[in-house]
């Protein structure tokens, strides 16, 4: 059934994470004479609730902080029992017991259309306190893991420091057994699983969370491809220690992340050169996170069609191959166009980069392969064109010349769907359209080598002494898997660092 499992750790995954579903959910059809473009057996379970109904809930694995799922609830009406049917409850206990509890968080007024039936209002980014808050879908109880080690947005102890999120993690895993509690359920339902899907923040506590939970994974599973989204915070309005800070975090999760991922793609915000079409509030995690959501969305469409004859899928794992040519290329660089700029028949790649990696205010310094490439995978949603068959002409891809690069390309006429949960990012003139074209590129690119060598500069000063050899060697190991004839010899300060 070529099912993927998604697992989502950390806030901002989350809120990325909540608009992926939304998207998702939007793809059902309910009329006999309608049939979607998406397998919905690939990321979604079938199962029963409690009063015998079918459901259809998220393959999903959610963490999150204490106090970061705001008004959802782990059992929802699907598994809701009735009351004074507890049997379990009452053969422990035959007295009347009492209970004590927090008064829970009102639900916004979009939730309670929702619940209601009834068409939501459009909401604002006021509106918005928590990811649950524009959440279309229903989760089942075993996929919702709340972490009451920490508290969300804590200004006593935050959940900040890589070391603080493996820490977390070997502590849950030696007591709870934390990977076969919560993640084999859904992974042992699956006929034949095509991969995982991890949504993770780099920058943060998160980072070092995921990366324990990756070698974990990988032990698991030695085989199965494992795609990372590796998401990171605006830090324009950060102070420059958190800066330091978050950047250091970044450095180690990629080391890390990569080693046992098959492919990691880091994502994030540009301080600059946003489209004019593109207006996101840096500030409102919700804004980003729609940015962001597109692009996961997008580029892994092709995991997720169905298998006819008027599309061409794609499993996770020839994705990942089409990028890691030398088998040791695990991270590729992101680029996404949204509206009018998509539609362009053009070659040049995709005009907003979100492969943030390091600062960029001294730039990333350039050498005579930065924009060479290994890989390409690039993913085109726009509306067929009846005076041509341009859908076949894009989709058209040849056996690949030794040392040349792997391009990939897929054109589908679904759209990304602008649906009453998501923001109103995208300032294009789009006449009524309730969707809007998109085209994304990830790549393999030779520009890697010198953003891991910035990266290191950057961050050598700041990390311990015992763990930065380490740091620096792994970073270096990164960045020469994307070196070739053209720039190996071209740079003479790798022993400065």
């Known amino acids: 059934m070529r099912e993927i499992v998604t697992l989502q750790l950390g806030n901002l995954s989350n809120y990325v ?58 059992v929802n009406p699907m598994y809701d029992v009735a009351p004074g049917q507890d049997v379990a409850l009452a053969s422990l206990w035959p007295g009347k017991p009492a209970v004590h509890k927090q008064n829970p968080l009102s639900s916004i007024d979009y939730q309670k259309d929702l619940d209601a039936g009834i068409q939501p209002g459009k909401l604002k980014a006021s509106d918005i306190r928590y990811w649950s808050d524009y959440s279309r879908v229903y989760y089942h109880p075993k996929s919702l893991v ?41 992974v042992e339902e699956c006929d034949q699983m095509q991969g995982v899907q991890v949504y993770t923040t780099l920058d943060d506590a998160w980072g070092g969370f995921a990366s324990s939970y990756l070698e974990a994974l990988r032990d698991e599973h030695p085989k199965t491809c494992i795609w990372v989204w590796g998401l990171q915070s605006p830090v324009a309005t950060i102070a420059r220690e958190k800066r330091r800070l978050r950047l250091a975090n970044t450095a180690m999760s990629l080391n890390q992340a990569c080693a046992q991922a098959s492919m990691v793609v880091p994502l994030g915000l540009p301080d600059s050169r946003v489209p004019s079409g593109i207006a996101v509030d840096s500030s409102s995690a919700w804004n980003v996170s729609a940015l962001l959501a597109t692009a996961t969305e997008t580029a892994s469409l092709q995991s997720r069609l169905r298998l006819d004859g008027r599309s061409q899928p794609l499993g996770m794992a020839d994705m990942a191959q089409c990028l890691n040519v030398s088998g040791r290329q695990t991270l590729a660089n992101m680029r996404m166009s949204v509206g009018p700029q998509a539609e362009l028949d053009s070659e040049e790649p995709p005009e907003l980069d979100l492969s943030q990696i390091g600062s960029s ?121 994307y070196e070739d004839d053209w720039s190996s010899g071209s740079d003479e300060d790798d022993d400065d660092l």
Do not use: C
């Open 17 to 74: 994470a909540t608009h992926f579903w939304n998207t998702q959910e939007s793809y059902f059809t309910y009329a006999e004479d309608e049939k979607s473009l998406v397998d919905h057996n690939i990321h979604w379970r079938p199962g029963i609730g409690e009063d015998g109904s079918d459901t259809f809930l998220p393959r999903a694995v959610v963490y999150d902080l204490k106090g970061a799922f705001g008004p959802l609830r782990k």
């Open 146 to 186: 709340q972490l009451y080690d920490f508290e969300l947005n804590s200004s006593i102890m935050p959940f900040e420091r890589f070391e603080m999120g493996t820490e977390l993690f070997e502590s849950l895993e030696k007591e709870n057994e934390m990977v076969d509690r919560d993640w084999r359920p859904f």
């Open 361 to 481: 205010k001294d730039g990333v310094k350039t050498g005579s392969s930065s924009n060479r490439a290994f890989g390409r995978l690039s993913s085109l949603r726009a509306p067929e064109d009846p005076a041509k068959d341009s859908s076949a002409e894009y989709m058209k891809n040849q056996r690949p010349i030794i040392g040349n690069t792997v391009v990939r390309n897929y054109k589908t006429s679904l759209l990304y769907p602008l649906l009453d949960s998501f923001p109103s990012i995208y300032n294009y003139d789009l006449q009524g359209r309730e969707s809007i074209p998109v085209r994304t590129s990830i790549a393999s690119e030779g520009s890697i080598v010198y953003k891991m060598k910035n990266l290191r500069s950057q961050v050598s000063p700041f990390i311990s002494l015992e763990e930065r050899e380490n740091l620096v060697n792994g970073l270096a190991d990164l960045g020469a898997a």
